[in-house]
């Protein structure tokens, strides 16, 4: 019986590489004709003689039999695949991918049936267990500038539904143990006069057209590792430390778990984010990341019931980015004037400026934030805008034991040294001199001042951080002061204009002087 199997094999292997143009190899097959084939060491050439697929081993069990083969509804009790690459390649010189005489045989054989019937039935695949023991997958896609390197020592599919008329795959469970995923993206290589359209117009220009989608109940994957270089655009690395460059990204120690998992091949994802854990090389470190609601796309990033932890920062309830296309949020400078942001915040959030540092550098440039680097602001409320012009309404903020702010902020410029503007409408700021001197750069009034211990303010605030003016009652341990002042400072000079009143103000306790 073995014998009639390899004979026959040997037949199939010599007919597909006839009809192919290239080699086909199996170097042992053993299957019983109800419910199992064993092949060892297969082996497909693309056109050029490069190696197209190769697996050592690939064991199939059947529960429909090869009848189901026949009536195009595969039910497939478990599939095994042991040491496999997979090459996946494409230039300028070829008109389709090295996988495309396959694709073309096929549909051959499609279209001489479709002469002699009016109607194909829909192609159906079940698998209860796909297991996987080593694989390598390589994509290569020069005129996209796209260069995939995939590697997964083990992994398991547990309940697979592919329908080809709806190009839905469906699987019950995921597990990944040990996978790593490269993405290097290099400047695209076309043919002169040639006009390439992106996946994405495809999906939003032809109506006509079924994207591929994919959905799982549950994702598990442990011992990740996830690598990007982008070599169409400078590093920014060197400019400034403990900075995640997103042009170099190298994240390990991935850790997740992803429940109602929904894919779609123009980028776009769902699901619920039970738990993800993360480092990445400049040190940024992803304790855990929790959302009820995750949903990522082209066009925006939302987080909805969400809960980020860092060794410094935690922050609920929900997040958005927004931007016009994915690629301002991979570069520095285009982050902190493209990316347009919502953070709601539930009470118990708190944000360590050193995190805020990793992902918008240019703020280190900002004297306030510099000489701040090490705090941990707890913050309250809703902000929304893009860096440079971040604004607030009804918001917390609290630094320290000894300012705690409250009211509406609005701002321009945060990040361009020398232009950092603010307009604050406060309900409730308090603090105190010494706090202020400790955290406004060139802010170094008199030791006076301090007498006034805590300070208790309702009104405006808006300006510069060395030029601004206040409007509004301020409660001091000496008693009120109604101001509409403008104050200059820089390092140890402080020059005042406008008016103030005292009310039951203790001018001798101010001034050291009994007669007042």
Not at 261 to 289: H, M, P, T, Y
Not at 291 to 308: N, Q, T
Not at 434 to 448: S, V
């Amino acid at each position: 019986m073995e014998v009639v199997q390899n004979k026959l094999i040997d037949t199939v292997t010599q007919r597909l590489s006839k009809e192919w143009g290239t080699n086909v190899e199996l170097k042992h097959v053993s299957f019983s004709l109800f419910d199992s084939v064993i092949l060892d060491s297969l082996l497909i050439e693309d056109t050029k003689g490069d190696t197209l697929l190769y697996t050592k081993r690939l064991d199939l069990k059947f529960r429909s039999g090869f009848m189901g083969i026949i009536r195009q509804d595969l039910d497939i009790e478990s599939i095994d695949l042991y040491h496999t690459r997979f090459h996946h390649y494409k230039d300028t010189s070829m008109m389709e991918t090295n996988l495309g005489f396959i694709i073309d045989y096929f549909s051959k054989e499609k279209t001489e049936k479709d002469t002699t019937k009016k109607s194909e039935k829909p192609f159906l695949l079940n698998v209860d267990r796909f297991g996987i023991h080593g694989i390598h997958v390589e994509k290569i896609d020069k005129t996209k500038g796209e260069y995939i390197d995939v590697l997964l020592q083990e992994g398991e599919i547990i309940g697979l539904d592919f329908d080809k008329a709806t190009k839905h795959l469906s699987v019950d469970k995921i597990f990944l143990d040990d996978f790593h995923f490269r993405f290097d993206k290099k400047e695209r290589i076309r043919k002169p006069g040639s006009i390439e359209k992106t996946e994405e117009e495809i999906i939003e220009k032809d109506t006509s057209y079924i994207p591929f989608t994919a959905s799982a109940n549950k994702v598990l994957g442990q011992n990740g590792h996830f690598h990007f270089n982008d070599f169409t655009k400078e590093f920014i690395r060197t400019k400034y430390e403990n900075t995640m460059d997103f042009t170099d990204l190298d994240v390990t120690k991935i850790e997740a778990e992803i429940d109602s998992f929904w894919f779609r091949e123009d980028l776009w994802f769902k699901g619920e984010l039970v738990n993800l854990s993360a480092k990445e090389q400049c040190g940024f470190i992803l304790e855990s990341g929790k959302a009820k609601e995750v949903e990522v796309s082209r066009k925006g990033l939302h987080l909805y019931d969400m809960e980020l932890r860092t060794p410094y920062t935690v922050l609920g309830d929900s997040l958005e980015m927004k931007y016009r296309k994915m690629g301002y949020i991979a570069f520095e400078e285009d982050f902190v004037n493209e990316v347009y942001m919502v953070g709601k915040f539930k009470e118990g959030s708190k944000i360590a400026l050193k995190d805020i540092f990793t992902f918008a550098p240019e703020l280190q440039s900002n004297k306030f934030f510099n000489r701040s680097k090490d705090e941990v602001i707890q913050v309250e409320g809703e902000i929304r805008g893009k860096i440079n012009s971040l604004k607030t309404k009804g918001f917390t903020l609290k630094i320290r034991d000894d300012f705690v702010m409250q009211g509406d902020f609005r701002s321009k410029n945060l990040a361009v040294k020398g232009e950092e503007f603010m307009n604050l409408k406060l309900t409730d700021l308090k603090t105190s001199f010494p706090t202020l001197r400790a955290l406004i750069p060139g802010f170094n009034p008199p030791k006076q001042f301090d007498k006034l211990g805590q300070l208790k303010f309702k009104g405006t605030y808006y300006g510069f951080f060395t030029d601004f003016t206040a409007i509004g009652k301020l409660e001091t341990a000496l008693g009120r002061i109604e101001s509409d002042i403008n104050l200059k400072g820089d390092n140890n000079q402080a020059d005042y204009s406008g008016s103030l009143s005292l009310i039951n103000f203790d001018l001798g306790g101010w001034t050291d002087n009994k007669d007042f």
